[in-house]
């Protein structure tokens, strides 16, 4: 399953919106962050649209957006200490 960086980032944007509404949650924080090193540009960057994920990239932030992850706690997306 191909995914675009923008495909991420509005399953992500959605998740940090659901659990830090009118804030930013550690695991919207830390996509941000990885999608800098990982692809060289933030989420929101015109070439999100055109950026194919890394397979491993889309498959642990979509965990993470959809609440799977063990990283971060589902219901506030703080990173599991």
Request: avoid cysteine.
């Given at each position: 399953m191909q995914m675009t960086i923008k495909q991420i980032h509005d399953a992500m944007h959605?998740?940090?919106q659901?659990?830090?509404y009118g804030s930013e949650c550690n695991a919207w924080q830390d996509f941000v962050a990885d999608c800098h090193d990982r692809v060289?540009?933030?989420p929101w960057s015109d070439?999100?649209?055109e950026t194919d994920a890394p397979d491993d990239?889309?498959?642990y932030w979509l965990d993470v957006?959809?609440?799977n992850s063990s990283d971060f706690?589902?219901?506030t997306g703080s990173r599991v200490e």
């Open positions: 959605a998740y940090n659901s659990v830090a060289g540009f933030g070439s999100a649209s990239f889309a498959e957006a959809n609440g706690i589902a219901e």
